[in-house]
């Protein structure tokens, strides 16, 4: 069984920076690849990066590129997304996922249960 947390949440000022972990765990846990994705309110699921596990390549979509970066904690087995100056379009719920690594939410059978993060002043 596959397990995904999210931790790192929270209220963040606008220009403001944070880092979001995703920690794995499972016996069966070998995915190809990890992804960030997030959901805004009344909006669908965004695809925002992600990272092949056997090589820790990373892709992170252009919406985002810039400001936000993905990495593993290999000694955690955890994923990594830092986002740097935040602005209130940020405002979502941020999920991790692993699976095929696609760009795509259909392509993760495996999904954490989301951390919040708000953006205000």
């Known amino acids: 069984q596959v397990k995904l947390v999210e931790s790192g949440g929270g209220l963040v000022q606008p220009g403001g920076s944070l880092r979001l972990s995703c920690a794995a765990s499972g016996s069966s846990f070998n995915p190809y690849a990890m992804a960030w994705f997030r959901r805004a309110p009344g909006k669908e699921r965004e695809f925002l990066g992600v990272l092949v596990m056997s090589n820790e390549s990373t892709y992170v979509a252009p919406a985002v590129k810039g400001r936000f970066t993905i990495a593993r904690d290999n000694a955690q087995n955890t994923l990594i997304l830092r986002m740097n100056d935040l602005n209130p379009e940020d405002t979502a719920v941020y999920y991790c996922?692993?699976?095929?690594?696609?760009?795509?939410?259909?392509?993760?059978?495996?999904w954490g249960q989301g951390t919040q993060v708000t953006v205000s002043s």
């Open positions: 996922a692993a699976g095929r690594g696609t760009t795509v939410p259909s392509g993760y059978p495996h």
